[in-house]
């Protein structure tokens, strides 16, 4: 069975109802995108959580205001989406926190692509999106 993202109107649908995204593999470097992905999520009115067990945990306060978690169990409210910003093998990793978290969405950037992991947590009931980047679907979809 091959992978398929969700609708354009599922994406623009998660994209347009704003709530709690852990950001996971944030940075505090603001050259990478994971700080700018964060940055335009928070602007456009999601609670932004980073998640980078090598940051302290207020590495990124100023910039999200809020603190830096190492992983999704640590963080002590729901987490609604899961954004991904690591290498495509520690996916299924973070899939199976974000199950365990109660997570509804799991979105994988640019290159970020595990079809294991991504059946697995569509059979855990998450909705997922692979290879796509919330900045390029708001340029697209709005």
Known sequence: MQFQNPTDDRIRDILSHPTTVAVVGCSD?????SLRIAKLLRTRGFNVIPVNPQLKTDALIDVLGE???PDLASIPVAVEMVDVFRRSEFVPEVVEQAIAKG??????QLGV????AGRRAERAGLTVVMD???AIE???LF
Do not use: F
């Not at 470097?29 to 995108?33: H, V």
């Not at 997570?103 to 994988?108: E, F, G, P, S």
């Open 29 to 33: 470097d603001p050259s990478r995108d």
């Open 113 to 116: 692509i595990h079809l294991d």
């Open 67 to 69: 603190r830096c978690y």
């Open 132 to 134: 796509r980047c919330p």
């Open 103 to 108: 997570a509804r969405i799991v979105w994988c």
């Open 138 to 140: 708001y340029a697209r």
